[in-house]
């Protein structure tokens, strides 16, 4: 009996330990739930800033590509965005497809060249299309001629840049 007692006693500690290191399983849910939340409230505060009489386009708009934001782990990020932003700023995605289509095809998959390839199918319907494929193709395509590491970022400040010029433009067409 007296030598089952440290068996014991290291049992009760390994419980008590596991026991602990739930704990952490428990912070990071919280901090999941914590990031969905400010991620809805910061949904919820775009949506505030549509225009009074948007159309359903112009909200899922604003809904569907908030601001992107740098990630503090991954150095460049913001430069990756910023870049992005700037790559396709003032363009349409057509434009953007044709400038950086020479760099980005030999990098592109054969089934995402195939969707590029019909962009300007995709462009026509962007002024009804609420996931802007057109946008979202034409930020592949400038994404694809990034560094790996940065590739998301670069899409991500190309296809805001494209969606909010594509807003600009139903804007002055809702006040015409």
Same mark, same amino acid.
């Given at each position: 009996m007296r030598q089952s007692a440290p068996l014991l006693a290291l049992a009760a500690i390994l419980l008590l330990a596991a026991g602990c290191g739930q704990g952490g399983t428990d912070s990071t849910h919280l901090e999941e739930a914590a990031a969905r939340?400010?991620? /809805? +409230? /910061?949904?919820?505060?775009?949506?505030?800033?549509v225009p009074n009489g948007a159309s359903h386009l112009l909200r899922a708009l604003y809904a569907?590509?908030? @601001? @992107?934001?740098?990630? @503090?782990?991954?150095? !460049?990020?913001?430069?990756g965005? !910023?870049? !992005?932003?700037r790559a396709?700023?003032?363009?349409?995605?057509?434009?953007?497809? +044709?400038?950086?289509?020479?760099?980005?095809? @030999?990098r592109l998959l054969a089934a995402q060249r195939r969707l590029v390839e019909r962009l300007g199918r995709y462009e026509r319907l962007s002024? +009804?299309?609420?996931?802007f494929a057109a946008g979202q193709l034409a930020a592949?395509?400038?994404?694809?001629?990034?560094?790996?590491a940065l590739a998301r970022y670069g899409f991500q400040g190309c296809v805001y840049a494209l969606a909010r010029?594509? /807003?600009r433009r139903l804007e002055a067409t809702r006040h015409r």
């Open positions: 939340r400010a991620e /809805e +409230r /910061e949904r919820r505060e775009l949506a505030t800033r569907s590509f908030p @601001p @992107p934001k740098p990630d @503090p782990i991954v150095r !460049g990020s913001a430069r965005i !910023g870049a !992005g932003k396709c700023a003032e363009r349409t995605p057509l434009q953007v497809k +044709r400038r950086y289509w020479a760099a980005a095809a @030999p002024s +009804r299309d609420r996931s592949t395509v400038y994404a694809a001629t990034l560094p790996e010029r594509l /807003e």
